[in-house]
Structures are given as C-alpha cells and as structure tokens.
C-alpha cells in the first residue's frame, strides 16, 4: 500500500511539472509570438511615417519620434497612428517645420521624457497643444523656436531637470522667474544673450551640476556669481571672451570639468580661473592664450588634473616650465599640434597613471624620446605623429602592451 502511495505521488508530481513545462512553453511561445506581431506593426508603422519625413527609432523597446520639417496636420496624424504605442515613446524631436495650426487632440496619451523644439515655428496655439506632452518631462531642448516671446516659450514647462535654451533672443532678465530654477541640474544656454548675472542668487539655483554658456558674453560679475553656484560640477564657457575680472573668491570651486575651447584667457583671467577654481578635467582645445599663461594655469591645479585637452596650444616650452612630475594624477593627455619637444615626452615617462596620450601633430618629436613611454605599465593607448610611422608597421601595432597609432595627416 505503502509503494502504490508512493508511486501514486510520483506520478502526481511527473504530472505537474509537465504541465508546468507545457505553461511555461505556451506562455514563451505567446511572448514570442507578440514580439513577432509588435515588430511587424512596428516596421508597417516606420514606412508610413517615412513617406511623412517622421522617424521612428525603436531601442529596446522604447520609441524615440523625429518630425523633420513637418506640418502641424502631419504631426497630429502621427500621433493618431501611434496611438496603440503611446506608453513607448520616450523621445520627441520636433527638427524645422512650421506647427502652427496643430490640434494634436490625443497629447495626454503621450508623456515623453525627453522634447527637443528646433528651428520650428509655433504660436500661443500650438505651444499649449504642445505642452500636453510634458506630463513626465525630464529633459526639454529648445533651440532657435520662432513665433512666440522666448519668456512665453519657458514658462510652458516646468519641473525638468535639464534645461537646453539656446540661440535665441534671451537675457538674464528673460530667464529670471521664468521656470523653477531650483528643479534644475543641467542648463544649456548656448548661443543667448546671458552674461551669467543670472546666477547673482546662487541659493536660487541649488541643484545646477552643469552649465554651459558658451558664445555667450559672459561678463566679469557674472562668472563670479556662477563660481559660487553650491552644486557646480562642469562649466563650459567655449568661445567666449571675459574681460576685467575682479578679485577671485576665497574658497575655490572644484570642479569636474572646466571647458575653454576657443576661448579668449587674457593674463589676469587665466591667473582667476587658477584661483577661483580646482578642475579634474581642463578641456582647453584650441583656446587663445599664451603658452606662458596657460602653462601657469595647469602648474596651479597639477596635483588635481586628471585629463589635460590642449589641442593647438601652444606647449612648445612645456618641458622646461611645466612641473609635468606633479601631475600625479593625471590619466589623459590630449596634445594634439601643441609644438612638443622631446623634454616634454620624456619628462611624461615618470607619470605612472598616464593611461591615454595623443601627441600627434608633433613634427620634432623623436622615436627615442617616444620609446621611454614604453616603461609605463599604466598606459594603454598612444597615438603618434606622421612621421614616426617608420617605426610602427602599418600604422598600429601593440608595444609592450601599449596600443600604439599613428595619426594619418590629413591632406587638404
């Protein structure tokens, strides 16, 4: 009696798992099976909108839309054909296009986390059947939008956390109260008429990480309020042309990332940065300094730099006036046409955390010079002048487990 129990209950749980297994397998074969029909609904969808000039980019499951040059009748019908998709879309992108006269009856089913508006035209209309879509925004991208006051255009949305407002007609005065500045952790201000006096209240601003206000004219009672923002991480001030600073604060403001590519550093402005401020990373591509100024300014911060772009710089006296040992830190050089000598090569080959150096464009640096950078266990990538190229066959090769390049000049 005993073995018929038993073997009466292992057949009972043989039974169960196989039907678990058939469930299992029915219940893959569905998702598949749904997969199947989403992608092909999917790529029927992408070839109508393409007759339109819309994009639709599926990334794992997530729909990014793209409206290139589109009408406002275009785009409403768009949305009506994705409708059945409305949960997937993350990202709208309105690229040109007029969109004045949209009716858009269907935004509440859409809810974006990321909406970029540029080089569009709009009026009072469209940009309120527009804002329907900021429900969940996170990330808004408005750049050169035409037909409405830009303060109108910015009070549309509100709690994003990254803000890009860029080419257009904007002061500080017309930022001023015209979002929740303290919801902002990234601002993009590229291209307006912003001076920074913007920041004059750092407290009003206590989350900004990033700032970028590139060609912007930044004035000297701008840059000192923006070096006393609480939060600030990364500031990019690329092409840019700042002149009488005043005094530099008493505390430093480190930073992540200082960007100055292209940008005018006078004398008395680069002695300001390097006492204002304590970059890890200085990203100074083709800035118009002197190389004495320059050089002065990372022998400042040495100890902290972590990654060096001085492309087009001029560093020709870097291996006599640069204090390149106590870049104790430092992993990435980017020296691209900075007129190096061999000094400066050889004196690289004492840094031990050095992990990525382009000294291409370099026409007197010597192979000798370059060989005792293959002492560094650290360093992983290099890239070389054109005219070492006798020295790596091909172009690549791998020297002592170092991936070593040779720049290819490009010929005009």
């Not at 001085?310 to 104790?328: I, K, N």
Request: proline content about 3%; charged content about 20%.
């Amino acid at each position: 009696m005993i073995l018929i129990m038993k073997n009466k209950g292992w057949t009972m749980r043989r039974s169960c798992e196989k039907l678990f297994l058939m469930c299992a397998v029915c219940l893959l074969a569905f998702g598949c099976g749904c997969d199947a029909l989403r992608s092909r609904r999917l790529n029927k969808l992408k070839q109508q909108l393409e007759e339109r000039s819309v994009s639709l980019e599926d990334r794992n499951g997530r729909l990014n839309l793209t409206f290139t040059g589109c009408s406002g009748a275009t785009v409403d019908e768009t949305f009506q054909l994705l409708m059945p998709f409305a949960e997937q879309v993350d990202e709208v992108s309105f690229e040109g296009g007029d969109l004045r006269g949209i009716a858009l009856e269907v935004p509440n089913a859409f809810s974006p986390y990321y909406l970029t508006l540029r080089a569009c035209t709009v009026d009072s209309s469209s940009l309120a059947r527009i804002s329907g879509l900021g429900n969940k925004l996170e990330i808004l991208s408005l750049t050169n939008v035409r037909g409405v006051e830009p303060q109108l255009l910015l009070r549309t949305w509100s709690g994003m956390e990254t803000l890009t407002a860029a080419y257009m007609n904007i002061s500080d005065g017309d930022l001023q109260g015209a979002f929740d500045s303290t919801s902002i952790v990234r601002l993009n201000l590229m291209g307006t008429q912003v001076t920074g006096e913007l920041f004059d209240n750092p407290e009003d601003w206590p989350r900004l990480k990033s700032l970028s206000l590139l060609r912007c004219p930044v004035s000297s009672r701008g840059l000192s309020s923006i070096v006393e923002l609480p939060e600030l991480q990364g500031l990019e001030l690329s092409d840019t042309h700042i002149e009488n600073v005043g005094q530099a604060p008493e505390k430093k403001l480190y930073l992540a990332d200082l960007v100055l590519r292209r940008a005018v550093v006078s004398q008395e402005l680069s002695r300001w940065f390097r006492d204002a401020v304590v970059p890890a990373s200085l990203w100074a591509e083709g800035a118009a300094i002197a190389p004495a100024d320059f050089i002065e300014m990372v022998n400042g911060w040495a100890e902290d730099l972590v990654l060096i772009d001085c492309r087009g710089v001029d560093m020709s006296s870097a291996g006599e006036t640069m204090r390149v040992r106590d870049l104790s830190h430092i992993k990435v050089l980017y020296a691209q046409e900075c007129q190096l000598k061999d000094d400066f090569v050889e004196a690289l080959a004492a840094l031990n955390t050095l992990v990525n150096v382009d000294i291409s464009g370099n026409a007197d640096i010597s192979w000798p010079a370059v060989q005792k950078l293959f002492d560094l266990e650290s360093l992983q990538n290099l890239t070389l002048p054109s005219h070492l190229r006798e020295h790596v066959d091909g172009g690549f090769a791998i020297i002592h487990g170092t991936s070593v390049f040779v720049h290819e000049d490009v010929v005009p």
